[in-house]
């Protein structure tokens, strides 16, 4: 068995339970004023190729979808994928995957940006997968990761980023649930 592999299993089930439908209806709101504030700060173009893990159902993709080339959302809930994939099918440039965010199936610094909002409160190993999410980055990639306000203390969570290796750039806070901080590589 696999490291943090009940954690998984438990989380999986909750949103499996929870369904796409509920999600959209309880979280869409919310979500889409931490993707607006991140959004504000990064800026993506027509040709990027971009990676949401930890997508549920695919609320950032519907709202960047034509203004990337490509977009890949991958996830450990299948009931929230399966909504995702009905609710975006006529979308073309946009590829759902079930994949555990701690061991993406992608090779070292293929996408021009990576988001994971409101993920690291589910995984045992947050450094873990801020490390996946950095491999995965190319080196000027940004990497955009929020944290749960209920779960992290501001410092902790600037603290939990960079202990990574991350670069933090800006942390943003204002009225929303998460921190969202805007991310890259170090620059050796
Ligand atoms: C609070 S939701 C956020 C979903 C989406 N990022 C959004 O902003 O609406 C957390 C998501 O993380 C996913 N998740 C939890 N553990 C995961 C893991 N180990 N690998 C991939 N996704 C995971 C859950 O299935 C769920 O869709």
Redesign the pocket.
């Known amino acids: 068995m696999l490291p943090g592999e009940v954690e ?1 299993r438990e ?2 089930r909750a ?1 499996n339970e929870m369904g796409g439908r509920l ?1 959209d209806l309880r ?2 709101e919310e ?1 889409r004023r ?2 607006d504030a991140a959004l504000s700060r990064v800026s993506l173009s027509e040709e990027d190729l971009v990676l ?6 695919g ?2 993709p519907e709202e960047i979808g034509r203004s990337v080339g490509f977009a890949v959302g ?4 299948q009931a ?1 994928l399966s909504w995702a994939r009905s609710k975006l099918r006529e979308v073309q440039n946009l590829d759902l995957l079930l ?4 061991y993406l199936p992608f090779r070292e610094e293929v996408f021009d940006a990576v ?5 690291l ?3 045992p190993e947050p450094r873990k ?1 801020l490390s996946e999410a950095m491999r995965v980055a190319k080196p000027e990639a940004p990497i955009v990761v929020s944290g749960l306000k209920k779960k992290y203390g501001k410092k902790e969570f600037e603290d939990l980023l960079s202990s990574t290796g991350l670069r933090v750039r800006e942390i943003m806070n204002g009225e929303l649930k998460d921190f969202v901080a805007i991310c890259g590589k170090k620059v050796s």
């Open positions: 998984k989380v999986r949103y999600y979280y869409r979500q931490k993707f949401d893990v930890g997508c549920g159902t609320l950032l991958v996830d450990l809930s929230l994949s555990d965010a701690d988001f994971a909002i409101t993920l409160q589910n995984l997968t």
